[in-house]
């Protein structure tokens, strides 16, 4: 039996999704911009979908984009927005534990001669709304601040944030929201948060990959990063991906419309994944808050590589991540690193994200795996 717990990577489809998906790679094959029978009703499909999405945020329909998914929404946000708005300023706000799609983005623009400050999380992985303010600055054009982090859970103060934006007068700082890993997992709404801006990827909610959205709220003033023909109100040119849009339209109606239960499951499973660990295993150090998202617990198990045990693990069926999967392939966690790990307890951290899914019964299996293989890892290095 295989016991995947590496959910924030990335998320098995719904059944439902599948066939959905399957319907319009096989009938509904038209490209929705041409002119023809086939494709009016495939763009009637895709114009219902995107109001179905927007109701599903709060929002109106000319504010929901449809793009590949969560890279190219941060992207597009970030760029689009400076690119558009330079007369207002040349300064970004943003974490030190953002997304790499997000960080990567902001460093680039760093090196075209924009000023960027990085807040720094505490012990818990949050940064301080005062450290916001502080920060700001008549000539910051653009926050970008992610709702919950990838790899510890730990929910950051976007609603405090956007609100203050909100009712600051005279404000010209746009806010944008990646919202990858809270989707499904917080009941929020972008208007009532103050978000100009939120990404949001299907593949993290049982969706197909190569999905998602930018909300960007009406009156945002935008460049284009994708230029042809036009399609996306001429925001992201480009055929749409059908399938993949109605299957991420799908999987977000399942994610929100079960929302409580979804959370109250996944919370519960986390809590005993939790407790069997603490319970069973050693020198060990839980780094996601207690008040952290559902869905995410990061630990680091002192003495032990968190590589090695990945892959021990690997070969009794149980999946786990030693941190992002858009950069795991690097030493260690940035996110870690800037919360103040130290070496060893930057070594042997491994990411336990779970969904739906996931059942008692795996977890307590995945749990007395784990403590197989540390206490295996730890009998040899002590000889």
Request: with cysteine; charged share 25%; glycine share 10%.
């Amino acid at each position: 039996m295989d016991i995947y717990m590496d959910n924030s990577a990335t998320t098995k489809v719904y059944d439902e999704v599948a066939d959905e998906m399957f319907l319009y790679l096989k009938t509904h094959y038209a490209n929705p911009s041409s002119v023809h029978r086939m494709g009016l009703e495939v763009e009637k499909k895709l114009k219902g979908a995107r109001k179905r999405m927007a109701n599903l945020i709060g929002a109106n329909e000319k504010e929901i984009v449809f793009t590949s998914g969560g890279t190219e929404s941060d992207n597009m946000a970030i760029r689009g927005v400076v690119k558009a708005n330079k007369r207002a300023g040349k300064h970004i706000i943003t974490t030190s534990i953002e997304h790499p799609a997000v960080l990567n983005t902001v460093k680039e623009l760093e090196e075209e001669g924009y000023e960027v400050t990085y807040l720094k999380p505490d012990e818990n992985g949050v940064v301080s709304f005062d450290s916001f303010k502080s920060s700001l600055r008549e000539d910051t054009v653009l926050a970008a601040i992610m709702h919950v982090n990838n790899e510890t859970g730990s929910v950051q103060p976007i609603e405090k944030i956007g609100k203050y934006l909100s009712r600051k007068k005279g404000s010209k700082t746009y806010f944008f929201v990646d919202a990858v890993q809270s989707f499904g997992k917080i009941d929020f709404k972008p208007s009532k948060y103050g978000i100009d801006l939120m990404s949001v990827s299907s593949h993290k909610i049982h969706g197909p990959k190569g999905a998602g959205i930018l909300y960007i709220k009406e009156g945002t003033k935008i460049r284009p990063m994708i230029t042809g023909g036009g399609q996306e109100m001429g925001i992201r040119s480009g055929t749409e991906n059908i399938p993949g849009i109605m299957g991420f339209v799908m999987a977000a109606e399942r994610a929100v419309d079960n929302i409580k239960g979804n959370v109250e499951k996944i919370s519960r499973l986390k809590d005993m994944l939790r407790f069997e660990i603490e319970k069973n295993i050693d020198d060990i150090k839980v780094n996601s808050p207690e008040d952290g998202a559902c869905h995410v617990l990061n630990v680091s198990f002192l003495g032990v590589r968190g590589e090695v045990l990945l892959h021990s693990l690997e070969q009794d069926g149980v999946y786990v991540s030693t941190g992002s999967a858009c950069s795991s392939k690097k030493k260690g966690s940035h996110v870690l690193l800037e919360m103040g790990l130290s070496p060893k307890e930057l070594d042997g951290a491994i990411r336990f994200s779970l969904s739906g899914m996931n059942d008692e019964s795996q977890i307590l299996a995945g749990a007395k795996m784990v403590q197989k293989h540390v206490e295996e890892y730890r009998k040899i290095v002590k000889r």
